[in-house]
Structure formats: structure tokens, C-alpha cells
């Protein structure tokens, strides 16, 4: 059985019929909230938020790798940033066993999203210090 929908003012997450986890980010409030909801439909995560003119301490996949494989099909869909909403769909089973994924967000900068271990660090195939697998800014795709 899924898990019901957690639909918030800030976000929503709910899981499709397919198993894909679909993710709408409308405001970066609550990343605490975001990430066990996220873990409730089956995403281990790590949420974090930051205020405007912080960077983000993100890792940068080489392309093409066997990390960027992995990314490719755990972001189910690439990401969407539309109107101020970024919207993610996630596979869950197809996350690593050692890893989580890693959103990570500025507000009026954009987002990062990729995989890191399960204590947080790079995992191997990426550098500290990138911008992500993917990332966008509001408005753009």
C-alpha cells in the first residue's frame, strides 16, 4: 500500500501508481518536514534549505560516469522549475543501498539535486564543490 500524499503550503510529495515518488517544491520551508515526508514514501534524503547569498555545498558528478548512470535513473524525469515550483520525480528503488539523495536549495537561487552517501559526503564519481547532478533556477528548466 502507498503511503497517503503529504500535501503542505510549502510542498508536496506523494508516490505514483509506477512507484515513482513525485516531488513540488512551491516554497523552502520546513526541509526537516520535506525530508520524512520523503523518507515516509520510501526516499532516504537529506533536505537542506539556506538563506538568500549562501552557497551550496553541493557535489559535481562527472559526466559520463557510473554515478551519473545511477543519478539518471533515480531522477526518474529530469527536473522542472516552473512559476517558483521545482518539480522532482524519484525512484526509489533504484537509489543506491549506501546512498541518499541530496536536495539542496537557495532561496531565489535555485536547487541541487544528486545522490551522497549516507553520511552525507560525495560518494565516489563526484567532487565536492559543484553544482549537482542537475540544478535550475525558478523559472528556467
Sequence with gaps: MRPAPVQLTAWTVSTE?????A???RDLRD?????????AHGVPAI????????SMPSCATSVPSKLATIES??????????HGRYLLYIDPAAVPRTDKIAIEAVQGTGFSIGL????????PGSRPGGV???STRPGHS
Design 73 to 82: 535513473r533515480v531522477f526518474a524525469q529530469p527536473p522542472a522549475a516552473s
Design 31 to 39: 526541509p526537516a518536514g520535506l525530508q520524512r515526508a520523503l523518507r
Design 47 to 54: 533536505v537542506r534549505f539556506y538563506p538568500p547569498g549562501s
Design 17 to 21: 501508481p509506477s512507484g515513482t515518488v
Design 132 to 134: 549537482g547532478m542537475r
Design 116 to 123: 551522497v552517501t549516507r553520511n552525507g559526503h560525495c560518494p
Design 23 to 25: 516531488v513540488t517544491i
